[in-house]
């Protein structure tokens, strides 16, 4: 069965920053690229950053550009993303996401909270 575990939100004033964790089981980790998604009240989940299992090249939403910072040790089946200068519209329940075989499996999500 397959299992992400988001860790690490927080509540945090503006500027401040919080490292998220996803951990993964039941799944061959190294062969899937991990991704960071999230969903702030009365809004549609989007997407923010994501990893390849390739060569661990990340992508990053406009948003969060020059913010966040994704990484994936593979050893500890371990996705990362370091968030600094954060904002208040950067609330949300960041939740991480493995896509296998057309099918989506995502963490049970951790909640940011970023005050002015």
């Known amino acids: 069965e397959v299992q992400l575990q988001a860790s690490g939100g927080g509540s945090v004033q503006a500027g401040g920053s919080l490292r998220l964790s996803c951990a993964a089981s039941g799944l061959s980790f190294d062969d899937h690229a991990i991704g960071w998604f999230r969903q702030a009240p009365g809004k549609e989940r989007e997407g923010v950053s994501c990893i390849s299992s390739v060569d661990g090249s990340p992508y990053y939403a406009d948003a969060v550009k020059g913010r966040f910072t994704i990484s994936r040790d593979n050893a500890k089946k371990t996705v990362h993303l370091q968030i600094n200068s954060l904002k208040p519209e950067d609330t949300a329940v960041y939740y991480c996401?493995?896509?296998?075989?057309?099918?989506?499996?995502w963490g049970q999500g951790t909640q940011v909270t970023v005050s002015s």
């Open positions: 996401n493995a896509r296998i075989r057309r099918v989506d499996y």
